[in-house]
């Protein structure tokens, strides 16, 4: 096997697959070259002369322009390479309908059918406080509810605390509530006690506004300024919905119910290689089935958004993914910060360069499907096939954001390893098996083996059958540990 992968015939880069020393020979395509200096695994090194002020090519595509003569067989890092992104772009619109030849599958999902049709693939029972302030009390009641009562036919119990509700003002407090009021009604909540203080901005005659249609036999609310004992009533209403719940059994339903966030998060040289691919591949399968995938991310499309901008499915389409961008750029002006600040430490230590890196490896989890839809932050999505959403990289927030417009799970890719988890099962899938093996009790999937002579068509099935089999009960790893929690995107003052 080769110790390097070149990703696309054009590149004038290679991509380490294993360590590199200096004065190693390696031979691309019938040409022997000589590594110049120590390349770590992930990270890439020329294949030929690149001049000053020339693009350095991966994916096919530029990632940067070298700052420096580059030799071939040189490490081409963040040394030596920077980005070509600069302000707002002026895009026209170039449509790519691809034409996607996927066979319908007999797999079917045991969900829970909930009253407006919509699929849940877990069944628990949440406290949403409306306010920080009430977080102390929710606790309590759900201690209670545990010590107190029979749940074991319950997959989850918990509060999903938070600081806001209270003290902002215009779009920083309708995120909250737009936030709140989506994980309320989410399909994987068999019951949900709604907890507000009564004082506070976040007022619960606004928040049921905000929620419009819910389940009454599955959603309880109450005020805690105006009831004497609120831990006692909460725990009578949560009494109440744990009773509901011993009636709910999984069914099987239709794979077009399914809806799946993709998202990664500390990304190394290979996530744009494997586990990236991988997931576009499985949202190209999951659409093909009538199902809904959610891409968002949206500083990690910038310098691969013209790939999705051109596979919109209508020009009304295209002109809002422009929106969404160039939008995104002057959230970051408004707050006077540099738009380009990306990779993260992580990501350069991984291997990843500048932004175009990163973007045009980000973007491969939406594989090959049209756009259908663009959606803004905590806005339910209601197209099946590839949706773009508004949120930002950062993972809490981003996976989160995933799951308040409606998905029951997320794929979360990474070449660095993370524990955390949303509030919907997060699937965590590495991009190399030493991640998989050193933090097996973080990773659930591991995409390294497309590295190591497994064909794609073998990984994809096995990957589908692990997500059926998560979707029908099966905790992942963040789940067995608990660490399941929601962050809110925050974007204004604090009074």
Known sequence: MNKYIKINPNDNVCVAIENLAEGDVVNVEGASITIKNTIETGHKFAIKDIKTNENVIKYGYPIGHATTDIQTGEHVHTQNVKTNLHDNLQYSYVPVHPKLDIPKSHLKVNGYLRYNGEMGIRNELWIVPTVGCVNGQAQAIIERVKRELDVAHIDDIRVYTHNYGCSQLGDDHNNTKKALAALAKHPNAGGVLVLSLGCENNQQSDFKKEMGEWDPERVRFLISQEVQDEIETGFQMMKELVERMRKDKREPLPLSKLKVGLKCGGSDGFSGITANPLVGQFSDWLIAQGGTTILTEVPE???????????????????????????????FRKFEQPIYENPSPGNKAGGITTLEDKSLGCTQKGGNSEVVDVLDYA?????????????????????????????????????????????????????NTRLFNFKNNWIDFNAGVLLEGNSMETVLKDFVNFIVKTADGAHLKHEITGFKEIAIFKSGVTL
């Open 301 to 331: 499309m910038f310098g691969a958004e013209t790939i999705l901008m051109n596979r919109a499915e209508t020009k009304e389409v295209f002109d809002d993914t422009v929106a969404l961008i160039n939008n995104f750029k002057n959230y």
């Open 379 to 431: 806005q339910p999505v209601t197209k099946h096939g590839l949706n773009l959403l508004n949120a930002p990289g950062n993972d809490l927030v981003a996976a989160s954001a995933l799951a308040l417009s409606g998905c029951q799970i997320v794929l979360f890719t990474t070449g660095r390893g993370t524990p955390f988890g949303a509030f919907v099962p997060t699937m965590k899938i590495s991009t």
